[in-house]
T-cell receptor
Framework: DSGVTQTPKHLITATGQRVTLRCSPR?????VYWYQQSLDQGLQFLIQ???????AKGNILERFSAQQFPDLHSELNLSSLELGDSALYFC??????????FGQGTRLTVV | AQSVTQPDIHITVSEGASLELRCNYS??????LFWYVQSPGQGLQLLLK??????LVQGIKGFEAEFKRSQSSFNLRKPSVHWSDAAEYFC?????????FGKGTRLHILP
């Protein structure tokens, strides 16, 4: 158990819909990262938050957004969903510039 | 910009044989380097990390990796693989406040 909790584990939704993925980092970790993993693109960095503020941005679509709340949990919002958004979404947390600990992921299926 | 290259998408070895997975990074300063392993349907688990000091680092499950600055490499090795090592392996570098992953190497084990 990494200490990072992601909910839900599975999500099935229709095209055009909006979903929210939730991540609770390890206790004391201020950084939260979001990654998307698909068969064709591999593990893609989406965005990083540090203590509530956006720190780095990767290949995140404009339809996607994230935030980190004062209690340090984070949410990834995906809107106007397309079939190609079906993927595993991972959250990871770290304490400063150290190794990241990953959650078990949320498997999103868009039908 | 920092990047990580794992040149081998798939590697197949026989059980009991030795293993080396290649990783090359691009980063201007001294990198923080990691190897993670992902079993099917699971999140990523940290195998080992390099921050500084001894360039040969030991990890969990009998893995080790060697940092070679002159070659910008951080190759992962194991002297004798077990069937349970079949998984996907990711090399990662921390730089500029984010963690960048390679595309992964899928390891197949022959009985």
């Amino acid at each position: 158990d990494s200490g990072v909790t992601q909910t839900p584990k599975h999500l099935i939704t229709a095209t055009g819909q909006r979903v929210t993925l939730r991540c609770s980092p390890r206790s004391g970790d201020l950084s939260v990262y979001w990654y998307q993993q698909s068969l064709d693109q591999g593990l893609q960095f989406l965005i990083q938050y540090y203590n509530g503020e956006e720190r780095a941005k990767g290949n995140i679509l404009e339809r996607f957004s994230a935030q980190q709340f004062p209690d340090l949990h984070s949410e990834l919002n995906l809107s106007s969903l397309e079939l190609g958004d079906s993927a595993l979404y991972f959250c990871a947390s770290s304490h400063g510039l150290s190794e990241a600990f990953f959650g078990q992921g949320t498997r999103l299926t868009v039908v | 910009a920092q990047s990580v290259t794992q040149p081998d998408i798939h590697i197949t070895v026989s059980e009991g044989a030795s293993l080396e997975l290649r990783c090359n990074y691009s980063y201007g300063a001294t990198p923080y380097l990691f190897w993670y392993v992902q079993s099917p349907g699971q999140g990523l688990q940290l195998l080992l990390k390099y921050f500084s000091g001894d360039t040969l680092v030991q990890g969990i499950k009998g893995f080790e990796a060697e940092f070679k600055r002159s070659q910008s490499s951080f190759n992962l090795r194991k002297p004798s693989v077990h069937w349970s090592d079949a998984a996907e392996y990711f090399c990662a570098v921390v730089g500029d406040d984010k963690i960048i992953f390679g595309k992964g190497t899928r390891l197949h084990i022959l009985p």
